[in-house]
């Protein structure tokens, strides 16, 4: 079993920055990959961010050159810095780890991007 726990989420204004945090706990030897994942009202849930356990990293078209993902795993700690935010990056964010074939999801985090 794995837990995922999300904060930094707020609001903030067009073009600022915010940067969330995952913190993972439990079986967490067995994580490989991790990511970032958001969801807006009345749309499906989509990949924001995606890293292995090797650093490699894929990213939406939609945040690339903007969003950066990264993790430490010293702190066993899955980060998303967000910057130059746009309203459509309004959404509820998930943090998700893969562990033996299994995927698990933490509580999510609100996003808001709004003057």
């Known amino acids: 079993q794995v837990q995922l726990v999300e904060s930094g989420g707020g609001l903030v204004q067009p073009g600022g920055s915010l940067r969330l945090s995952c913190a993972a706990s439990?079986?967490?030897?067995?994580?490989?990959?991790m990511g970032w994942y958001r969801q807006a009202p009345g749309k499906q849930r989509e990949l924001v961010a995606h890293i292995t356990s090797s650093g490699s990293t894929v990213y939406a078209d939609s945040v690339k050159g903007r969003f950066i993902i990264s993790r430490d795993n010293a702190k066993n700690t899955l980060y998303l810095q967000m910057n130059s935010l746009k309203p459509e990056d309004t959404a509820v964010y998930y943090c998700?780890?893969?562990?033996?074939?299994?995927?698990?999801w933490g509580q999510g985090t609100q996003v808001t991007v709004s003057s």
């Open positions: 439990g079986s967490i030897f067995s994580i490989n990959a």
């Open positions: 998700n780890a893969i562990s033996r074939g299994t995927a698990y």
